[in-house]
């Protein structure tokens, strides 16, 4: 595996009075304001149906103290261990092996200190009683935790997880096209550092970026139907305003698609007077959150595409050793040595690297007379938990507006509705306005003077948005903005080059084909429409495949096979006949072609509603199609088997047929699937938190988390949601104080003193 590039962020400019004394004394008393170990009495979580968790705590640093608990008790030490990388003492445990991202956290630690007296009290409240939490669980369960583990975290470790950082993964991949064999003789900026974390939004440079807690979904051997199951990982979100409801109140849907082990986690905080949020959270820290509602609004993300780092190239000055020429001037490199300490046998033992930086960025490489730097918009932003705390609290889109224009949260399309009948949808990236053509992570920009880099953000309200637009609906499905609503016709120009560049997919049209009519929707309406099954792909091309089969004259099984095709409901449900053979014959078909080998039409921005359809090549496709008819014979018993007989959900005792297929089939419900020793597909990503809200007077919700509550095996929440989702239905979410005790399994006090 490629170690992350080492280096360390750009320097950043405090306000003085953050580092004076009296600042670092009330952080200090905030911190040790309430004793640890009596926080339990001051909160209580509340099981209902399936193991949810309702934390009712007196005051907000419980309710964080409530949350760390939970991620520990249901996902065991994953949550403690990210907060000791992020405090920069992996190799304090785990030996030396362990310390190459202890470097660049100490670093973000330093500025996670400095700027922790300019959050927001309730913010700063919600870190302390996060690291109050994971202490108390790790003082009372050391067994499931590695020697030497920490039980002093504080609220600094826990909010350097929001701690913004460089585009590593873009330097990374610009380093690699640079180096030559001479490398060795180039003058790297450092070794070490943070990897770029894979948080549920994504991208370089933002806030919530939990490295290695999240494993990214793997792609499939190529060549056949295995290569189609783990491509559009991304999220859906609807929002219907009341002109399409039938209460005459907006509705919301949130349904990400991501790997089932990447820690999404149903909860529900209240904090009389103060907090009542109900939805996502992310293990592994406390302001994962992304998605869900209160009593006034909600939200749902959807991945974006956007271009927040470039590199830069300085020149280096020939006359003086570590500096760099920028507006004339000759500036010295920053060298800052960074100290990491491991654990070796049974003594502490110490390693110290070295980085820089410049007024634009770290530095990435040095070479050929140049200085190559990565500069990151929200590289150093602290405050993405305080935003997210902001609009959970938030009771009317001006004030959900006001927490986004904070910034701090730099990816990701937000889909908005509200009691008031509000849909809202942006576009939303901290995105650099550019006074040059984007390099990428492929060209480095030359820069004499500050102007030739950016330093400006495209203004918020100027980023692609919707506000209550005609027709009544927003959606979204990863696709870019320009098609979220075509009521008011298409328009596919960008105010800014940097903009995303016009994409629809398959699932997004199929999507537009569901949300777009006149029909007015009841919740349960927008339940059943989330599980539409069909394969918008066999739509568009099956005609075309029927065709050439038929002008080869099939007999046999071809030829029976063919009849099966045409009878096909072009469905991806679990008791349809015909999908299996009509993925295997695609997989084969379309097997190492761009798009415009593959249709008579690929996808066009010309013509975004119809295409692609049709297939280039009828004499591939038809022998395809013969191959597809044996090899599906060869390896399920039959080529009419069922979908869900080959396609599964597996958890725990669970094994039951699952409906569902890849977004590149053109399937609304996608799900991503391994092949497990028998030769069946097991779901292991995509579809698998659904949540959909009405905003009545009460809200009124359904929910399902396939993968359960916890990932303990042992835990009775570890499966008990999988044959449910698999069949298609949600549970009745609790979120009045009456539901929720009506529907109350188990009560506790989180850390209790036997």
Known sequence: MTKPIPFVRSSRRIPAIARTGVFAALAALALGALPPTELWQQVEIIRTAHGVPHIRAENIRAAGYAMAWLQLEDYGPKTALNVLR?????GKV?????????FSYRRARAHAVETYPLLEQATREIYDGFAAGLNRYAELHPEEFPAHFPTDFSGYDVATLDIGEPAWAAARNFVARMETPARDTARRGGRGGRAGGAGGAGGAGGGSNYAGVYDDIGSEAAGDADALRNDNVGSNAWAFAPSRTKSGKAILLRNPHLAWNAGYYEAHMTVPGVLDFYGDFRIGGPFAVVGGFNKHLGWATTNNAQGLSEIYALDADPKLPDHY????????????????DFRHGGTMSTETREAWYTTLGPVI???NGKIYVVKTAGDGEYRGGEQFLRMMRATSLAEWKDAMSLRARTTSNFTYADHAGNIFFVWNARLPELPHPTGGDSIAIPVRTTGEAFTRYVP????????????????????????????????????????EKPSFSLRSQLALQIVGGENKVSLEDVVKMKHTYTMLLADRVKPALVAAVKATNPAGEVAAALALMEKWNNSGAAEAKGGMLFETWWGRYSQGKPDSLRYEKAWTAADPLRTPYGLSDPARAAESFAWAVAQTAKLYGSYDV???????????????PVGGCSGNLGCFRVLNYERTPDGKFAANGGDGWVLAVEFTDVPRAYSVLAYGESSK????????QAEMFARGELKTVAFTPADVDAQAVV???????P
Request: net charge neutral.
């Open 747 to 753: 009560r506790y006090r989180p850390g209790e003193k």
């Open 460 to 499: 918020f309200d100027s980023l692609p948005h919707f506000l209550n637009p005609k027709g009544g609906y927003i959606h979204n499905e990863n696709s870019s903005p320009h098609f979220t609503n075509v009521k008011g016709g298409i328009d596919t120009t960008n105010a800014y080059p940097n903009f």
């Open 86 to 90: 992020a405090r920069g003492e992996m």
């Open 642 to 656: 069922a979908w869900g007989d080959v396609h599964r959900v597996r958890r725990g005792t669970v094994d039951v």
């Open 365 to 367: 490489l040095r070479a």
């Open 94 to 102: 785990f030996g030396h092996d362990s310390i190459g991202s202890d």
């Open 713 to 720: 095996p042992e835990s009775r929440w570890f499966s008990d």
């Open 325 to 340: 020429l920028l507006d004339g001037t000759s500036l010295a490199l920053t060298r800052e040595l960074q100290r990491a």
